[in-house]
């Protein structure tokens, strides 16, 4: 059973630039959750996509953006890159309505540093 | 504004000895916490969960105690296991209906060292 899985591992930027990273959900999943984590905090909430459309975000300006297909995978849009945006993004899969709790499963993550 | 923090960045154990996490929230709202452990190079590993109307749940040899009046819970590992160390993270999120169901609210991490 093929967990969460994300591309590219690694990625290297100029500022201004843009950027696509990809995830593929956990078999079964239907729900992806974004999350950036910088050096030494933890993770932080960048959005969520079910049903191929945005159904929470948080503290991210208009720069991040994503996209979720019919087949559940989905994808994290970089605009006009900021020093601050290195970091690691991490990609968490969950299915929506087994219940009221929202346990999500995390990909390995893209590292993408920002020149 | 940090509503889930850990205050502890580290934590040096002895194998076979008990490791204690702690971890504190700020948000009354938070309804279903969750412990996941990291190794370096890996995405965040699910260890064990606890929703608000219980004060406990066990998984092996990790326990997980939740005392909402203090907004505190806790990790317990017993007996730790040099494999055990890694970076600990707290994670907190609303109920269903809630503008902060599904958004996971992460501490900072606690790194965990099990010495032989």
């Known amino acids: 059973d093929a967990g969460v899985t994300q591309s590219p591992t690694h990625l290297i930027k100029t500022r201004g630039q843009q950027v696509t990273l990809r995830c593929s959900p956990k078999?079964?999943?239907?729900?992806v959750s974004w999350y950036q984590q910088a050096l030494g905090q933890g993770p932080q909430f960048i959005f969520q996509?079910?049903?191929?459309?945005?159904?929470q975000r948080g503290n991210f300006p208009d720069r991040f953006s994503g996209h979720q297909f019919p087949n559940y995978s989905s994808e994290l849009n970089v605009n006009a890159l900021l020093l601050g945006d290195s970091a690691l993004y991490l990609c968490?899969?969950?299915?929506?309505?087994?219940?009221?709790?929202?346990?999500?499963?995390f990909g390995p993550g893209t590292r993408l540093t920002v020149l | 504004d940090q509503q889930v923090k850990q205050n502890s960045p580290s934590l040096s154990v002895q194998e076979g000895r008990i490791s204690i996490l702690n971890c504190d929230y700020t948000n009354s709202m938070f309804d279903y916490f969750l412990w996941y452990k990291k190794y370096p190079a890996e995405g965040p590993t699910f260890l064990i969960s606890?929703?608000?109307?219980?004060d406990k749940n066990e998984d092996g040899r990790f326990t997980v105690f939740l005392n909402k009046s203090a907004k505190h819970l806790s990790l317990h590992i017993v007996p730790s296991q040099p494999g055990d160390s890694a970076v600990y993270f707290c994670a907190a999120s609303g109920a269903w209906g809630t503008d902060s169901w599904g958004k996971l609210q992460f501490g900072a991490g606690t790194q965990v060292v099990v010495t032989p």
């Open positions: 606890i929703s608000s109307i219980k």
């Open positions: 968490a899969s969950s299915q929506t309505g087994t219940g009221l709790y929202n346990e999500q499963f």
């Open positions: 996509y079910y049903e191929e459309e945005e159904r």
């Open positions: 078999s079964g999943h239907d729900t």
